[in-house]
């Protein structure tokens, strides 16, 4: 009986470690020194594999600005190439400018990434809302390659491409300071106070005839499978 118990604890202690997400590999960004001008460029690939055991691919000579953090934010929030952010923005920029899966999962794996790099949750979901809000979205994915085992990409870069199917970052709309003050105020006091599909709600609340906020996620077909 003891023995029975010790591995049933052993079984879920081991599937839970199993599910944690988690990077993989080095970020080295080139030229040294490039966080200063605020362009970098990603050496070799990188890869994050979320809870789901989902596989997030960024390809070496990717560029990167850091995180898409707005000047008017990064007094509260923080610099684009703070170390707690840097990973989870490479693998979300990527995934931004190579619409392979639906916005609504691009953006939540940036969340998980910073979960994961240790960035507290009242500070990832604020940053959360503000590519909810902000940030680009698309409904109809470009084909997709097969990048290993749960993980598809594209070599294609769609970040210039905007209309009817998709629209690019904007951080420019006047309520969009004070609507991610008032979330990050929210959860400094309570981290719990908000969770992750409330702060969509609050986005489709601001913007109720945001066509984008009325589409379900899009889906298509590729060579490994369907992604919804």
């Given at each position: 009986m003891i023995f029975r118990l010790v591995s049933v604890i052993f079984a879920v202690l081991f599937t839970t470690s199993n599910a944690r997400a988690q990077f993989e590999g080095t970020l080295d960004l080139i030229p040294p020194g490039c966080e200063t001008i605020g362009q970098c460029v990603l050496k070799t690939p990188f890869r994050f594999t979320d809870s789901e055991k989902v596989v997030w691919e960024a390809r070496a000579e990717l560029p990167t600005d850091g995180a898409s953090i707005p000047g008017i934010f990064q007094p509260f929030i923080g610099k684009p190439f703070d170390p707690a952010f840097i990973k989870a923005a490479v693998i979300h920029d990527h995934y931004c400018d190579r619409q392979?899966?639906?916005?609504?999962?691009?953006?939540?794996?940036?969340?998980?990434?910073?979960?994961?790099?240790?960035?507290?949750?009242?500070k990832a979901k604020t940053m959360y809302f503000a590519v909810i809000l902000g940030g680009p979205k698309w409904i109809k994915l470009i084909p997709s390659k097969n990048c290993g085992p749960n993980c598809v990409n594209n070599f294609k870069s769609t970040s210039g491409v905007s209309g009817v199917y998709a629209r690019k970052a904007d951080y420019s709309a006047p309520d969009l300071v004070a609507a991610v003050q008032a979330v990050a105020q929210a959860l400094e006091a309570s981290p719990t106070a908000l969770s992750l599909a409330e702060l969509e709600a609050r986005a489709r609340k601001l913007r109720p005839s945001d066509f984008f906020y009325k589409r379900g996620d899009s889906a298509e077909a590729s060579d490994i499978g369907i992604f919804e």
């Open positions: 392979v899966r639906p916005w609504r999962q691009t953006h939540k794996v940036f969340y998980d990434g910073l979960i994961d790099q240790g960035v507290p949750v009242a």
